[in-house]
């Protein structure tokens, strides 16, 4: 197979993890007998820094020609001022709403070698494996906001359709699974929710009957996610909640540095990025690990190029790194570091 990826490096650490996908990319490529063409283009602080935009036309360009994009990371203080003009984030919602993304998917699951990694007590975590399907391009981070010297607002809104094409894009997904689905909402206080659950219950009884559906209010979601995770199968939620539910649910698994995502729209054209932000304190260091990165381009084989032999074997690989005890920092327990390249030289190596 011939593909074209467009490598969006972004900021902080982002540079150094999308190396290291970069090389199981072509790992890939060679093992299988594939052709992958790479490109870099700026985003976020970096491309404020080249051009003024967080998002310049030709990234936007070379995106929506590619067949996948796979992203590091964006933001840092450098760019986060009060009265910043142009933030770095505004890059990342900017090319979500630009290719059509609308599903975010975030898998978590657990490495039994890594029980150690979370502050959960081990009998609580075994067996954890959640789909977490989070809508990415309405709710409160694209509504109207407004400052004044004294107040400000950020409107939420979303449309029963917004609604409808997530809800089905989780269905689906929980058919493949456990055939369980919970929406979480707020829907005892926002409006939004409201039209949320009620979207949810109709598009389930009408088209997915035969999948369980329980909603769910956020803040119960929030504590029954640490009391009780193996109960979960696959969630839908709207933008914020799913933001902040996720990076609750990677302490399961042990870090932010572990956890892969998937943005999706209508077409197979896909972005691809780990969970984590762009952690200026520790770039440039060697010290991020690239696991999630590199998980995401499993999920961006997967999804944009139909390749699940070899997204397989990527997990696979990083499966096996990590039971070799190849662990960063944030993972480390007793044994040695690894350092990010470290780590993706001994997934490749497993890769071979």
């Known amino acids: 197979m011939k593909a074209k990826i467009v490598i969006l490096p972004g900021d902080g650490i982002g540079p150094e993890v999308t190396r290291e996908g970069a090389r199981i990319l072509q790992a890939v490529a060679k093992k299988f007998g594939h052709h992958f063409d790479t490109e870099e283009q700026l985003i976020g602080g970096a491309a404020i820094d080249a051009t003024g935009s967080a998002l310049p036309p030709a990234t936007e360009s070379a995106c929506k020609h590619a067949d996948a994009v796979l992203l590091g990371a964006v933001g840092g203080p450098k760019w986060s001022a009060p009265d910043a003009k142009v933030r770095p984030e505004q890059g990342l919602l900017a090319i979500r709403k630009a290719l059509g993304l609308f599903a975010n998917l975030r898998p978590v699951s657990l490495h039994p070698a ?33 400052r004044t010297e004294t107040t400000a607002s950020d409107l939420c809104s979303y449309s029963v359709g917004e609604i409808e094409r997530v809800t089905r894009v989780a269905a689906q997904l929980a058919r493949q699974r456990r055939n369980k689905l919970v929406s979480v909402d707020k829907a005892n206080v926002l409006e939004t929710s409201r039209l949320w659950r009620s979207t949810v219950e109709k598009i389930m009884q009408t088209e997915f009957p035969d999948v369980e559906l329980e909603h769910m209010l956020v803040d119960s979601a929030a504590m029954h996610l640490i ?50 932000g762009s952690a200026p304190d520790i770039a440039g260091k060697g010290l991020a690990n690239p696991y999630a990165t590199i998980l995401s381009v499993a999920m961006l084989l997967r999804h944009s190029l139909g390749l699940e032999s070899e997204a397989q074997a990527i997990e696979s690989a990083v499966s096996s790194a990590i039971s070799e005890g190849v662990r960063t920092a944030d993972i480390a327990a007793a044994g040695p570091v690894a350092s990010t390249s470290e780590a993706g030289s001994a997934v490749v190596a497993c890769l071979s």
Request: net charge negative; glycine share 10%; aromatic share 6%.
């Open 227 to 276: 009391r009780r995770p193996t109960s979960f199968d696959v969630i839908v939620t709207e933008n914020m909640f799913g933001d902040i539910l996720t990076d609750e649910a990677s302490m399961l698994a042990g870090s932010l540095g572990l956890l892969p995502s998937a943005s999706l729209g209508a077409t197979k054209l896909g972005l691809y990025e780990p969970i984590h």
């Open 114 to 146: 890594l029980m150690d990694a979370s502050t959960i007590k081990a009998e609580v975590l075994e067996g954890t494996d959640i789909m977490v399907v989070r809508e990415l391009t309405g709710g409160i981070y694209f509504g109207e906001k407004i």
